[in-house]
DNA sequence: TAAGATTGAGCCTTCAATCTTC
DNA sequence: GAAGATTGAAGGCTCAATCTTA
């Protein structure tokens, strides 16, 4: 294994799709969930959700349509995701009025999230071992940045606030 | 907007999920998926279904378990994606015995590889646009060496040959 | 009318089970 | 038995349409 980013599958033979930034990305995001997935397995948790939990920890008493723009996912899938969380109870939804949602951890997803801020760092290791401490900085920065910077390309826009 | 990676979102609120890997992968393959099909719209393909191709224009005949280990994904996605290729007239399945395959581009898809020469740069380009050009280099070489280090931790990991 | 939320269809990915053919 | 391939269910994401309530 070469040190300049290619690997031993690249070095004899040329495979385009592998160098398109998309493909690599995908199979990034494929090599995350499934860290997070044998790391989380016992809590039965996925990845989003545990998204919708800390941004639920973080500004509770929000609605749907605020915490579609904290996770940076669409409506439909924040649906699900939300519909989910209550039916596991972890989530508590006080109607705020007949229309709008109010979300709330429950007990047990407070205990969850404690202890899921022992296991989150844990997985993000697994997932930079490959780099060393400067690289994970390097890499780290240049991926919040391309994040932030196309975040309107997104269908799924982040934002804070109304 | 600094320049150190973190936009106007997290200068003044601390908000967890934003800093994890896992999440900002998953925004950014979200970001990339958006990208490709705003570009490629008129055309009717999905970059999976893209990736299939080019794995097939570079290793003509092969089966579905050879094509599984060239794009890196499970054999239930690539049955399912070589079904809608031919479905949609791009890859012909010569059946190499009664149970496996042996999969071609059709002359479509090697007139449609032909305009995509000329967009998968742009869809590129406009993923890495954020970046400059030291950035780009850095990120791509960063993003393909926790790929293919990380190849085995996937579970539909990337392999050449049999 | 606009905002909040949901549903349906198709695509991609994970889990697992199954079925046929070598 | 092992290898190639398919199917089903569930999660996540895209498109779009719909429905109710503020």
Redesign the pocket.
Known sequence: MTDDGHSEYSQDVKFEPLEHPGHLV??L???C??IF??KS?EFD???????ALQALEYSPG???????KL?A????????????LV?KGLVV?K?????????YLSGSARALMKIMEEIAPEIDDVILKPLNKSERAAFMQLLAKLVHKNNEL???PFALG?
């Open positions: 995908r199979r995001h494929q090599i969930v499934s997935l044998s397995k948790i996925t990845h989003l959700q545990y998204a929000i609605d749907q349509a605020r915490l579609v996770i996912t669409d409506r439909q899938t924040t649906s699900y995701v939300v519909r989910k039916e939804n109607m705020k009025n007949k229309k709008t949602s109010s979300l997104s269908r799924a109304q």
